[in-house]
T-cell receptor, first 117, second 114 residues
Framework: GAGVSQSPSNKVTEKGKDVELRCDPI?????LYWYRQRLGQGLEFLIY????????KSGLPSDRFSAERTGESVSTLTIQRTQQEDSAVYLC???????????????FGPGTRLTVT | GESVGLHLPTLSVQEGDNSIINCAYS??????FIWYKQESGKGPQFIID?????DKRQGQRVTVLLNKTVKHLSLQIAATQPGDSAVYFC?????????????FGKGTHLIIQP
């Protein structure tokens, strides 16, 4: 079956431009997570969506970062006025239930590699 | 907040040997642990998980051991193969809620030598 997909796979943008990254979770998965992974580093939690509940935005590094999700479908992560330190791989993951019902494994997409020049 | 750390950033193992990747965690409230494998250019892939009411769980060629007394987690890979070369992340979580998703360690790069 189809896994988590992300687009674009690579994005090069100029400093100061806005970018929008897309995530299509596995159908039926209620929980969706965004992570950031800098080169050679671990995963940094950004935001968590669970069904129609208010998202947990506690990991967003600044107000330039925002994310939306329509119901239990696609999510977009938007970075406004990009800075060079935003360069990283942005990973999306989905899971059947999410942490409030007990953890289940998160299925990751391939990521979007963002380069800010 | 508390975070997960790894003892060794790089581990080199001969093909066919067993490998052990270690992980220390500091949040005593964590009750769920996962190991992920990440190959170059790909997203992390689930390997095996364990809940805090267990101290050992086995999968295909992999075993996860949890020692809650010393807050230590390990991943054992039996009879390593070239395809096992990757970065391995441990992650912890707390099912009782909290601000974060899973907390990941920085990873251990496993290199399988022929």
């Amino acid at each position: 079956g189809a896994g988590v997909s992300q687009s674009p796979s690579n994005k090069v943008t100029e400093k100061g431009k806005d970018v929008e990254l897309r995530c299509d979770p596995i159908s039926g998965h209620t929980a969706l997570y965004w992570y950031r992974q800098r080169l050679g580093q671990g995963l940094e939690f950004l935001i968590y969506f669970q069904g129609n509940s208010a998202p947990d935005k506690s990991g967003l590094p600044s107000d330039r970062f925002s994310a939306e999700r329509t119901g239990e479908s696609v999510s977009t992560l938007t970075i406004q006025r990009t800075q060079q330190e935003d360069s990283a791989v942005y990973l999306c993951a989905s899971s059947p239930t999410g942490r409030l019902a007990g953890f289940y494994e998160q299925y990751f997409g391939p990521g979007t590699r963002l380069t800010v020049t | 907040g508390e975070s997960v750390g790894l003892h060794l950033p790089t581990l080199s193992v001969q093909e066919g040997d067993n490998s052990i990747i270690n992980c220390a965690y500091s949040n005593s409230a964590s009750d769920y642990f996962i190991w992920y494998k990440q190959e170059s250019g790909k997203g992390p892939q689930f390997i095996i998980d364990i809940r805090s009411n267990m101290d050992k769980r086995q999968g295909q060629r992999v075993t996860v051991l949890l020692n809650k007394t010393v807050k230590h987690l390990s991943l054992q890979i039996a009879a390593t193969q070239p395809g096992d070369s990757a970065v391995y992340f441990c992650a912890e979580g707390y099912s009782g809620g909290g601000a974060d998703g899973l907390t990941f360690g920085k990873g251990t790069h496993l290199i399988i030598q022929p």
